[in-house]
C-alpha cells in the first residue's frame, strides 16, 4: 500500500533526483526513532534513554538541560 502511495506522490512532484551516494566509513548512522526521558531528582538528573551512541545522548541532554556534562 505504502509502495503504491509513495509512486503516485512521486509522480506529482516538479523535479525527482535519482542515483547512488557512496561514503567513507561512519561513526554512526542510525536511522531508528530515539527517545530520551530526564526525570529531576535533587540536584541531579536520571536519564531513561533508547540509544546506540550513549556519549552523544549525554552530550545532547546536558545542553538542552543547561547543565555540564558529566562524562
Given at each position: 500500500?505504502?509502495?503504491?502511495?509513495?509512486?503516485?506522490?512521486?509522480?506529482?512532484?516538479?523535479?525527482?533526483?535519482e542515483?547512488?551516494?557512496?561514503?567513507?566509513?561512519?561513526?554512526?548512522?542510525?536511522?531508528?526513532?530515539?527517545?530520551?526521558?530526564?526525570?529531576?531528582?535533587?540536584?541531579?538528573?536520571?536519564?531513561?534513554?533508547?540509544?546506540?551512541?550513549?556519549?552523544?545522548?549525554?552530550?545532547?541532554?546536558?545542553?538542552?538541560?543547561?547543565?555540564?556534562?558529566?562524562?
Amino acid at each position: 500500500m505504502y509502495v503504491f502511495l509513495c509512486i503516485a506522490a512521486l509522480k506529482t512532484c516538479d523535479a525527482v533526483i535519482e542515483g547512488t551516494v557512496s561514503t567513507g566509513e561512519q561513526y554512526g548512522m542510525h536511522t531508528e526513532t530515539q527517545n530520551c526521558t530526564a526525570l529531576p531528582q535533587e540536584g541531579y538528573y536520571i536519564l531513561y534513554a533508547s540509544t546506540q551512541v550513549i556519549n552523544g545522548t549525554l552530550n545532547t541532554a546536558a545542553k538542552v538541560l543547561g547543565i555540564p556534562a558529566n562524562m
